[in-house]
């Protein structure tokens, strides 16, 4: 029976020039629930499915504030995504204290990237089980950062990841030249579509399983969650209730605690 | 010089003609040349009432009978959001050596922020009180040189105020005055917030006199009070003046004022 | 006699002297600096309008020495920060190259917004108090002058202790005592440096460094002097005070023949 020789740890490449460890672990972002992000010229938004465990549990928590100019979005291993939350605000802190500014997007993405890439060229460690969508406004405007387990980062306009993010891609692809100059409350609200679109028919956005973030030239990084996204998601879907409490929704998401 | 070489028997009566051969290192003589601390002058105060606690300070910064700068402030907000701290309910005064005060403050204010990052609630000034004092003992014996005022208000919503040594030991209190003008602040504060010295009129005399009553203080009457404090340790105390920074925490918020003192 | 064995055969005490034991000594505790050697002396600022003047001259003393006469105290770090040192030259150097670092550091990808004065302070405060915390102090006092985040002028120092202050006019050294009440007589306070135009800012700067060269004893009359605006720095290092005056000489005890 075929077995597998090369996927026993991260520093063995296969034969075809692969690291199945990290492959893998790339396979354990598409089973955490969709994150999107989309950046304007003023804007940075992220926007995120919330699942619950079961129908007794809290929802889980996707998208992070870290300092007060930008936030993460996760999808996959929430452990991971919280140890390498916790370097990053202490790295944010730390360039607030020794040069009183706050860190670039690009430097702190660079930061945790060279973090995951070591992960994957020693022996006995594991690849981080998370994707992030990193989203805020520095000194050089609004960016948006996609980070994988391998170390790979990416500058993106709009990006999605996660369980089904395919379709909340497809949305945004379409919808890309609008992005730029999008508004505020444009960019919101077409995050929030393009994260409909990954849902099947039969489910809706709630306020319970759904949040988004918005950071701008300006603007401090804040994020929208339980009642504060009633009035998003009502101005989104105008004809929709997502402003109730939505439990019926909630029964018919998958039960899976990535 | 002529007896060192004269050969002649010891002047200082018997004894041994060789010290005790020294057995460790002549340092002890030498002497340091580096002192690491300097007093930067000036004087807080705090005062806590029913609802609210009020902390002021001057915001001259001395070296000896310089003057650094009229305004450098020597209140800070602990914990808000980001760099302006918005949203902030706790402010600590550090008077004394301000570089160490700086660098206590950077160390509180982190904590309190990762505090809040962890556990997704603002700290307590209670617990933050206690953590303040924990960081100024961990120096005990390399102290941050300040007198640190730590003002909130506690869980119940009343005013917290707590003061400090250098080396951490606290306690709450209605009010303190630290700094250089802290002894001339200090009995003004005793008589007119804790009412030391005054008693109710007619009351007896010896062990008969009733003291009077203490009640909580008016927020605008805290404020006069304040300002005559210091209004008069600038005229007496040449490390004081230049301008004045009040911060008063209440439950909407913090509001924060500065008001000009006399520049002699 | 003395029955110590280490005492054998070592010259008398007595006679001698005590044995200066410290010849023996190997190791010992480390030392740091305790005090500076070649220093230079007092750094002037001043903001105006647009931009900030600093100034420092050319001296570096060894004591009363004037040792080295053509020392560069001022020092641009990028378009919009100039850093001023007083006090030991040795550590001055070493701050030199800790900034080039920090520059070589700051510039290795291309992106990315230059530190601009505020943030050079925060950093150079931070080296200044750790090293401070440390007994192994930078024997210099430092102002940073240049634009903040917002494009507005700034100007703050740093000493040996870590201490930081701001303010419209700032002196080091001797100059806090003899510059500092002629700057602030012109720019008492953050409300007037707006009246303040480049040209009136440059003069009242050098007539500061007049007044020092006068009467302090550790300068010259060969001197740096810097303005940063939003348009760049400018900065000369080989000026010469202009128009000196020593006729007040005549009427001060103590100069020249006259004895008392």
């Excluded at chain 2, 807080?44 to 609210?52: E, H, K, N, R, V």
């Excluded at chain 3, 507005?152 to 870590?162: E, N, Q, R, T």
């Excluded at chain 3, 006068?214 to 760049?232: E, L, N, P, Q, W």
Aim: aromatic share 8%.
């Amino acid at each position: 029976m075929f077995r597998n020789n090369y996927d026993n740890d991260s520093v063995t490449f296969s034969p075809q020039g692969r690291i199945f460890q990290v492959e893998y672990a790339q396979e354990a972002v598409k089973q955490g629930s969709v994150v999107v992000g989309i950046v304007s010229k003023t804007h940075a938004v992220l926007a995120a499915i919330k699942r619950n465990a079961e129908e007794l549990s809290s929802y889980q928590k996707k998208i992070i504030p870290i300092d007060s100019h930008y936030g993460v979005a996760l999808a996959g291993l929430a452990s991971d995504a919280r140890v390498l939350s916790n370097f990053m605000k202490q790295q944010s802190l730390a360039s607030r204290l020794t040069y009183d500014r706050p860190i670039h997007l690009a430097e702190i993405t660079a930061r945790i990237a060279d973090r995951a890439q070591t992960n994957t060229q020693h022996y006995g460690k594991r690849p981080y089980g998370v994707g992030l969508l990193i989203a805020g406004v520095d000194s050089k405007g609004p960016h948006l950062f996609e980070f994988q387990p391998s170390g790979v980062t990416q500058e993106m306009l709009a990006c999605g990841i996660g369980a089904r993010s395919q379709m909340a891609r497809t949305y945004l692809e379409r919808h890309l030249e609008e992005f730029d100059g999008s508004s505020r409350e444009e960019l919101i609200k077409h995050a929030l579509r393009a994260l409909k679109e990954s849902l099947s028919q039969d489910k809706e956005l709630t306020v319970d399983n759904s949040c988004v973030s918005i950071a701008g030239i300006d603007e401090d990084f804040k994020l929208f969650d339980g009642q504060d996204m009633a009035e998003w998601l009502d101005a989104t879907f105008d004809n929709k209730d997502g402003g109730n409490e939505g439990g019926q929704e909630g029964e018919a998401m998958e039960t899976d605690e990535l | 010089m002529a007896s060192v070489f004269s050969g002649a028997p010891p002047q200082s009566g018997p004894g041994y003609s060789f010290k005790q051969t020294p057995t460790e290192a002549p340092s002890g003589t030498r002497q340091h040349g580096f002192y690491p601390y300097t007093d930067n002058g000036g004087s807080t105060l705090g005062i806590s009432g029913a609802d609210f606690t009020i902390l002021a300070g001057d915001t001259r910064h001395t070296s000896g009978y310089n003057i650094n700068t009229r305004y450098a402030p020597k209140l800070f907000k602990i914990g808000g959001e980001g760099p302006d701290n918005k949203g902030a309910s706790i402010v600590l005064s550090v008077v004394g050596f301000a570089a160490d005060g700086e660098a206590l403050k950077e160390r509180l204010d982190t904590i309190v922020k990762m505090y809040k990052y962890q556990h997704g609630k603002p700290m307590s000034v209670a617990a933050c009180a206690q953590r303040l004092s924990h960081i100024l003992y961990g120096k005990r014996f390399f102290p941050y040189y300040v007198h640190a005022i730590l003002g909130g208000l506690d869980e119940e919503g009343r005013g917290a105020l707590y003061s400090y040594d250098p080396v951490g030991s606290y306690e709450r209190e209605q009010c303190r005055a630290a700094g250089a003008a802290a002894s001339l602040i200090m009995p003004f504060l005793d008589n007119q917030v804790n009412f030391k010295n005054q008693y109710v009129p007619d009351s007896g005399s010896g062990h008969e006199l009733q003291e009077k009553p203490r009640t909580p203080l008016d927020q605008n009457h805290v404020l006069e009070l304040v300002r005559d404090a210091f209004t008069s340790a600038v005229e007496r105390h040449i490390e004081v003046g230049d301008g004045l920074q009040v911060m008063i925490i209440k439950k909407e918020g913090i509001m924060e004022a500065f008001h000009p003192l006399k520049q002699d | 006699m003395n029955h110590l064995p280490q005492a054998w055969g070592r010259p008398r005490d007595d006679v001698y002297g005590a044995y200066d034991q410290s010849h023996f000594q190997m190791g010992g505790p480390n030392q740091h600096t305790q005090s500076p050697i070649v220093t230079g002396t007092s750094v002037v600022a001043a903001k105006f309008k647009d931009g900030i003047v600093i100034a420092a001259d050319n001296l570096a003393s060894y004591g009363s020495l004037a040792r080295f006469t053509d020392v560069k105290r001022l020092r641009k770090f990028n378009d919009q920060v100039v850093v001023g040192f007083g006090g030991d030259v040795s550590d001055m150097q070493y701050l030199d190259r800790l900034l080039n670092s920090l520059d070589i550091r700051e510039n290795y990808g291309s992106d990315g917004t230059p530190l601009n004065a505020k943030n050079l302070h925060t950093y150079l405060s931070k080296v200044m108090y750790k090293r401070r915390s440390d007994f192994n102090p930078l024997w210099n006092h430092l102002l940073i002058a240049g634009l903040d985040g917002e494009d507005k002028p700034f100007l703050a120092s740093a000493d040996l202790l870590g201490t930081t202050f701001s303010a419209p006019t700032l002196a080091t050294g001797f100059g806090a005592h003899l510059a500092q009440p002629i700057l602030r007589r012109s720019i008492p306070d953050e409300a007037a440096v707006p009246n303040v135009s480049r040209e009136e800012a440059v003069l009242l700067v050098k007539e500061a460094m007049k007044v020092l060269f006068y009467r302090d004893a550790r300068s010259m009359d060969k001197y740096s002097i810097a303005v940063v605006t939003k348009d760049g720095v400018e900065l000369k290092q080989d000026e010469k005070l202009e128009s000196q005056s020593w006729a007040f000489a005549e009427g001060i005890r103590g100069y020249g023949t006259q004895v008392n």
